[in-house]
């Protein structure tokens, strides 16, 4: 079987969604995991963990160059969701998951939002949320060394590749 042939990811459950219908949504997703043998995606997570945590101190140091005189932050935009890929690479991990979606409500707050920044881990986060890099941001990737550069997007491709390894897993 083709493990590469899904090349998006999937938009499944990225929607606001109260807090009951999130903790069915993951009860129902290890099921299915549990059912094709976590053991399989587990490797994959670890590997998505580690890059993410790699990738952890660069992205701190853009934020904190550019955030404190941010003038729209990014968090305050109401279209950020935790997505199915998310959620598998937390279960496979053998994380639990977050207590519930970003928002509950399309017009709610990320509930994740703190005035000192984002309150969770950046492994924990929506991926959307470890990824994006703003215009700001942008200008500090391209002041790195060519080869730092090299390696950051090469880390992300690895992500993005494990990720839709581990859609196309749970899809057979
Ligand atoms: S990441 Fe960029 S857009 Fe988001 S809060 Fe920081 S500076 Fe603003
Ligand atoms: S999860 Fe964290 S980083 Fe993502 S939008 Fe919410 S507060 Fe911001």
Redesign the pocket.
């Known amino acids: 079987m083709d493990r590469t042939a899904r090349s998006e990811e999937t938009s499944l459950y990225r929607f606001p969604c109260g807090d009951w219908e999130w903790k069915q949504v993951g009860e129902s997703l290890r099921e299915r995991m549990n059912g094709l043998g976590m053991h399989r995606f587990h490797k994959k997570a670890l590997e998505i963990r580690a890059a993410i945590e790699w990738l952890d101190p660069i992205m701190e140091r853009y934020?904190g160059e550019?955030?404190p005189s941010?003038q729209?932050?990014?968090?305050n935009g109401r279209n950020v969701f935790y997505n199915r890929t998310d959620l598998i690479t937390l279960l496979a991990c053998g994380e639990p998951l977050p207590p519930g979606q970003t928002r509950k409500t399309a017009d709610e707050a990320c509930r994740y939002l703190r005035s000192s920044g984002c309150s969770l881990s950046r492994t924990r986060r929506p991926y959307v949320c470890v990824w994006f890099l703003?215009e700001?941001?942008m200008v500090l990737f391209q002041g790195e060394s060519a080869r730092l550069q090299r390696q950051i997007v090469r880390v992300l491709g690895k992500i993005r590749e494990n990720r839709l390894l581990l859609e196309s897993l749970l899809d057979g």
């Open positions: 934020c550019t955030c941010c729209d932050p990014c968090c703003c700001p941001q």
